[in-house]
Each structure stands twice: as structure tokens, then as C-alpha cells.
């Protein structure tokens, strides 16, 4: 067990006070600074509360935790008081003979290669992360980075917890790249692969994550949808499509096994801020497999529930229009299912809640027509969108019981025409 007294400054600017730390719960390493886990007696008093004691290791330390006490500042004069950020405790970045500290309370671990999370349980982190990218936004701040080591995880709620790369007044294209690194980490923490919109959500776009996700989390995929496709959604507006993810309280809230913060306790960090690591443990627990492997699970039992009215026939488009067209119609589906309490699909390897086109699977056993209860929620059938099947990718072919009735019209034309 470590223990220490740091003399810090209080946000409340009552002079320099003495904060008694017990740093009993390992540390990490990174290039700016050391994080130190334990808990820490407020000042004036008070029951002990767990936090994160931050040191810094040189010049670019001291930089990146007097920026994170300036946003701590300008959050604090906006009186923004949210729990995915915790609370500054104490701080001292100006003293020329000891490294720049702060100390801030927090709630769980290092989110670190965690296996991949169920839907159920993927729907309050995405909550959170995207409750305090809005609250950065109303404040005219940005977060910059979104990566594992910057979050802490108690099993079943996220924060963050670094500030040190926001950045005040940013322009459109900062905020929309926070939005992109967030859904970035959702897939990473859905999959357990990381995303090509990397931590700084600069990265591209990649179609393959969004199919991936429309099966096997379509809750999320559908939640994510816009950022995918480019749309440069704000976090406001992703948090409002979230009215249409159905809660589960049963798994959302349901605490961590006794005797460890969070199932992830015993992963070691793995960010690119970190460099070693010291975080005291038993095991390490299992990283997922490779998103094919996932996709082989076999799917959860589920009610039979009663298919919507038939919506209208689509018309007849082409290219870009017939995805557009088809995105529209499943994302209004969707919503339109959650909104009225339709049950979630089951997320490990289940299929997605639209049944995929031509070489993606098992095709209509014989007789297939409309679909009855038992063949998903909503899923149309092949004579709706006949003369034509709409594929994964949105596009619209020829149904192949349209082919040998077209092939033997021509063949009988250009009998006629030679004889």
C-alpha cells in the first residue's frame, strides 16, 4: 500500500490544502503522465472516494494537464455537472520544483481490451459517451481523442477520463471527427476489432463495419448508420436516434460480480498513450476473437412477434438512389418497431433485422411468400420488391424468378424472327 499527502490547489480557489492518497490499486505509464489508481479523503473531510492521482513526466505532461484544468475550469463556471466526467479534486501545474499534478475522483478501471459487449449491454456506454460529447459541444469543447486508455469502465457505465487533448471553439469538422471516434470505439467494443476511424475520427469510412454491425448489433448499426454513411451527424442528434434502442434494464444495470470493479479488471491497458504497465492482477481475461468467428455464433431463441402492415412497394431505382431509398425504408422500420416496444434482436450472431440479399446466405425455403410471424420482425418477402431483389448493399437486382420466364420470351422472339 502507498500513501501520500499532496499539497493541491482546489477548484474552488481556497488555497493549497492537503489531499491524504491511497494508491493501493496499480498504475500505468503513458507519455505524459502516470496515473496512479487508489482512493483519496477530500479535503475539509469526509468519506474516502476512489480516484486517479495524475503526474506528469515532462514538459508535454505539464502542457496536457494545465489544458485539462482549463477545461475542468470552464466546465466548472458553466456549472456542468456530468457524471461521465467525474470530478476535479485538487490540482498544482505551476510549481517549478515538482511535477504538474491533479488528482480527480473516478468510477471503475481502464477500459482495456474488453471482450466483445452484448447489445444489451453496449447500449449505456453508447449513451454515455455520446451524453459527453453533446455536453462538450454545448460548452463550445472538443474532445480531440477517443481512445480505450482514455475511458474508465465499473461494468456497466463509461466516463472519461482525459481532458488533456479538448480543444475550446472547435470548427465542424473537430466535432464531427469526436462523433466518428466514438462510433470508432462502440464497434471496437462490439466486435472486439478496432475501426478504420481510428482514435482521432480521421480515418475513413468503412461500409464492411456498418454491414457487420446491421447484423449482428442492428440496434447499434442502425444508431450509427448516419456516421457511416458520411452524414456528419452531431452527438445531439445521434443521442436522439437512440430513443428508438430499447432499454434492458435487467442487463444495463446490472452490477459488476463482487471483488472486482468491472469484467475487464484484469485486462491490461492498451492505448497508444501507454507504455507499460502495472496494473496488479490475478489473469488476464480472454480478447475476442476475429469478427468471422463472431458472426458463427449461433443465434438466441426470440418471441415471435407480429409483423407491421405491409408498407408500399418501393419504385424502381438504381445505384446510389436505390440505397438511399432502401436505407430510408429500414431505418424507418426500425424506429418504427423500437418505438412501439418490438423486441430487440439477440446480438451474438444473430441475423439482422432485414434478411440479406443474393450470396450473403441461405435463400427462402420452398413456397416462400409473405412472411409469417416466426420469419423475423418486419422482414418483407421477395413478392414486395418484386421484379426485383434488394441486396446487403442497398442495390436492386433482377429476382432470379424473373430470369428464365424473360430468357424464354427472347428465345421464342428470336425463333420467330429466323424462322
Known amino acids: 500500500m502507498t500513501t501520500e499527502?499532496?499539497?493541491l490547489e482546489t477548484p474552488s480557489g481556497e488555497g493549497r490544502v492537503e489531499?491524504?492518497?491511497?494508491?493501493?490499486?496499480?498504475?500505468?505509464?503513458?507519455a505524459r503522465y502516470r496515473s496512479h489508481y487508489g482512493t483519496v479523503r477530500p479535503a475539509g473531510g469526509g468519506a474516502e472516494v476512489e480516484c486517479v492521482y495524475k503526474v506528469a513526466t515532462g514538459a508535454m505532461g505539464k502542457r496536457v494537464l494545465s489544458n485539462e484544468v482549463?477545461?475542468?475550469?470552464?466546465?466548472?463556471?458553466?456549472?456542468?455537472?456530468?457524471d461521465q466526467f467525474g470530478t476535479l479534486l485538487g490540482f498544482d501545474v505551476d510549481s517549478p520544483d515538482d511535477p504538474a499534478r491533479l488528482v480527480q475522483t473516478r468510477r471503475g478501471r481502464p477500459l482495456t481490451g474488453t471482450s466483445p459487449l452484448?447489445?444489451?449491454?453496449?447500449?449505456?456506454?453508447?449513451h454515455d459517451l455520446f451524453t459527453a460529447l453533446r455536453v462538450l459541444a454545448d460548452n463550445a469543447y472538443a474532445l480531440g481523442e477517443l481512445s480505450p486508455g482514455m475511458l474508465l469502465w465499473d461494468g456497466r457505465r463509461l466516463q472519461i477520463a482525459d481532458l488533456g487533448n479538448a480543444v475550446g471553439q472547435?470548427?465542424?469538422?473537430?466535432?464531427?471527427?469526436?462523433?466518428?471516434?466514438?462510433?470508432?470505439?462502440?464497434?471496437?467494443?462490439?466486435?472486439g476489432e478496432e475501426s478504420s476511424f481510428g482514435p482521432d475520427g480521421a480515418g475513413p469510412a468503412d461500409e464492411a463495419e456498418l454491414r457487420w454491425l446491421i447484423r449482428h448489433h442492428p440496434d447499434l448499426g442502425m444508431v450509427l448508420r448516419p456516421v457511416f454513411d458520411e452524414e456528419v451527424p452531431t452527438a445531439a442528434e445521434v443521442l436522439a436516434r437512440m430513443e428508438g434502442w430499447p432499454r434492458s434494464g435487467d442487463t444495463t444495470e446490472r452490477e459488476a460480480p463482487g471483488g472486482q470493479d468491472s469484467p475487464t479488471e484484469q485486462d491490461a491497458p492498451e492505448d497508444d498513450d501507454t507504455r507499460t504497465v502495472e496494473i496488479h492482477s490475478t489473469a488476464h481475461a480472454a480478447r475476442a476473437g476475429r469478427i468471422g468467428r463472431t458472426a458463427r455464433a449461433e443465434p438466441a431463441e426470440r418471441a415471435e412477434p407480429k409483423p407491421p402492415p405491409p408498407a408500399p412497394p418501393a419504385p424502381p431505382a438504381t445505384g446510389d438512389a436505390s440505397r438511399a431509398i432502401e436505407n430510408y425504408r429500414r431505418e424507418k422500420q426500425w424506429l418504427g418497431?423500437?418505438?412501439?416496444?418490438?423486441?430487440?434482436?439477440?446480438?451474438?450472431?444473430?441475423?439482422?433485422p432485414f434478411r440479406p440479399g443474393p450470396g450473403t446466405?441461405?435463400?427462402?425455403g420452398p413456397g416462400a411468400g409473405r412472411p409469417g410471424p416466426a420469419q423475423g420482425v418486419g422482414v418483407p418477402s421477395l413478392p414486395r420488391d418484386f421484379p426485383f431483389r434488394v441486396g446487403d448493399d442497398g442495390r436492386r437486382r433482377p429476382h432470379p424468378?424473373?430470369?428464365?420466364?424473360v430468357v424464354f420470351v427472347l428465345v421464342v422472339l428470336i425463333l420467330l424472327v429466323v424462322l
Do not use: K, Y
Not at 19 to 30: C, E, I, K, P
Not at 183 to 189: Q, R, S, T, V
Open 5 to 7: 499527502i499532496a499539497l
Open 19 to 30: 489531499f491524504a492518497l491511497t494508491l493501493d490499486q496499480g498504475s500505468r505509464v503513458g
Open 70 to 82: 482549463a477545461v475542468w475550469g470552464g466546465l466548472r463556471m458553466e456549472d456542468v455537472r456530468a
Open 118 to 126: 452484448t447489445a444489451e449491454r453496449l447500449r449505456q456506454p453508447a
Open 170 to 191: 472547435p470548427d465542424d469538422l473537430r466535432a464531427a471527427r469526436d462523433v466518428r471516434a466514438a462510433a470508432g470505439l462502440l464497434f471496437w467494443l462490439a466486435s
Open 337 to 352: 418497431q423500437r418505438r412501439h416496444g418490438a423486441p430487440a434482436h439477440p446480438s451474438r450472431g444473430s441475423a439482422p
Open 361 to 364: 446466405g441461405p435463400g427462402p
Open 401 to 405: 424468378a424473373l430470369v428464365w420466364p
